[in-house]
């Protein structure tokens, strides 16, 4: 049986990882990942009647929650 690596993801996000040049670098290509997703949603999701409302359940960083945000899609 293996075992789970709870530590995997952590560090990954650390801001002294990063240069401010890097860092915006880092944040613009993570937004720009999840346009898939947000095209989607605009597809299927947003109908006439559509109030908003999101739930989003470990999702990693938020980088969608931002980016519907950013849409104002809440």
Do not use: W
Not at 12 to 17: A, C, D, F, I, Q
Request: aromatic share 10%; proline share 1%.
């Amino acid at each position: 049986m293996k075992s789970v690596n709870l530590n995997a993801y952590e560090g990954v996000e650390s801001l002294s990882r990063f240069s401010d040049e890097n860092f915006k670098h880092y944040c613009t290509e993570k937004l720009t990942s999840v346009e898939k997703h947000i095209h989607f949603i605009k597809k299927h999701v947003i109908q006439p009647r559509y109030q908003g409302r999101v739930l989003e359940i470990g999702s990693g960083n938020g980088t969608l929650l931002f980016r519907l945000e950013q849409e104002v899609l809440l």
